[in-house]
């Protein structure tokens, strides 16, 4: 699976330090509780943000409902409308990344239980999710949830690591950024993390 933060494009005014500086002080106007900061916003992060919800879409089922713009706007809608500021550009597409997360574990649910326990639809878990590890990974967005949260209870962290990495396609070094953790302790959390995981899948393989 190929999952990637975007490569910021340069704008046609100003380049991508330009837009580093703009989102920055936009989020800042938003943490201060300027709502008027909300509409600035999307059309500086738009971009990515779709990127970032295609590279996901593209691993859903080819007739999923969910459209990578209505991806977009819902975890946006959802991520300016809580509580807590942002800290800069990294925190944002952190928690994006989960945002989109919880409209497509949503979204899964309502299908399933439209279709009295149809499946959700499958994603494919393969080597640069969880590395090296023999045999098929096919997982569903409900059971990969569900791992998830069990990882969570067990170190919350570690999920994180894996949730930024496998929905917000973020490197180690943009996760150590959103987390204020060192680079090394991201990879340790990986390679934990993705072994915790291929246990817990050859369980359900067995």
Same mark, same amino acid.
């Given at each position: 699976m190929v999952c990637c933060v975007a490569t910021p494009v340069r704008a046609r005014k100003g380049g991508w330090l330009d837009k580093q500086s703009q989102v920055s002080g936009v989020l800042g106007r938003l943490g201060?509780?300027?709502?008027?900061a909300r509409a600035e916003l999307?059309?500086?992060v738009y971009e990515e943000l779709r990127s970032i919800a295609s590279a996901l879409m593209r691993q859903e089922r080819s007739n999923h409902t969910l459209q990578p713009t209505a991806l977009v706007h819902e975890a946006y809608m959802r991520l300016v409308g809580q509580d807590?500021?942002?800290?800069?550009? $990294?925190?944002f597409f952190g928690v994006a990344a989960m945002a989109m997360r919880r409209v497509l574990v949503d979204h899964a649910r309502r299908k399933t239980a439209a279709k009295r326990g149809g499946s959700s639809g499958v994603r494919r878990l393969d080597a640069p999710v969880l590395g090296d590890m023999p045999g098929d990974r096919d997982l569903d967005v409900l059971a990969l949830d569900e791992l998830l949260t069990r990882l969570a209870e067990l170190d919350e962290r570690k999920a994180s690591v894996v949730e930024l990495r496998f929905f917000g396609g973020m490197t180690n070094e943009q996760i150590a950024d959103f987390l204020g953790i060192a680079r090394s302790?991201?990879?340790?959390?990986? $390679?934990?993390?993705?072994?915790?995981?291929?246990a817990r899948l050859g369980e359900t393989q067995a």
């Open positions: 201060r509780g300027e709502t008027s999307l059309p500086l807590e500021p942002f800290r800069n550009r $990294a925190h302790t991201v990879a340790e959390d990986w $390679a934990f993390a993705r072994a915790w995981l291929g």
